[in-house]
């Protein structure tokens, strides 16, 4: 909750002040999808360095898809068809741009996985293997 606290903060300084969304439903608007990619972009800074968090940035996804089921299971027990369906339409969208927003956090993954695992102090010793 946090993370998803953290992100709702970036995403409304998005916006001007008369614009500034009021609760964290409007992150799930199709129209709003590019401030929210932005806020994530902008989200996980380390706050003292420019240090890159490639793992909080990868979590984000998980936090906003199951932030998105949550709420249209909301909209669909109060009989809201409408925004449920505008809920999956965003769902869409952002599975379709999620390489996009996500790309740099997937490289640094491979990047990382690469390097450790080719060190040769990682790989097992030559007793074991025979």
């Not at 609760?23 to 994530?40: D, G, T, V, W």
């Not at 984000?60 to 999956?88: M, R, W």
């Amino acid at each position: 909750m946090r993370h998803l606290g953290a992100l709702v903060l970036h995403f409304q300084d998005q916006f001007s002040v008369k614009d500034k969304p009021r609760n964290s439903i409007e992150m799930l608007e199709r129209r709003k999808f590019p401030q929210l990619s932005k806020a994530i972009k902008t989200n996980r800074q380390n706050s003292g360095t420019s240090e890159f968090k490639a793992g909080l940035k990868a979590g984000l996804k998980f936090f906003i898809t199951d932030f998105a089921k949550v709420c249209k299971g909301i909209y669909l027990v109060k009989h809201d068809d409408d925004k449920a369906s505008e809920i999956d339409k965003f769902v869409t969208v952002f599975q379709l741009n999620y390489k996009n927003v996500f790309a740099d956090a997937t490289y640094a993954f491979n990047r990382n996985r690469q390097i450790k695992l080719r060190r040769p102090q990682e790989l097992p010793a030559d007793e074991d293997v025979k």
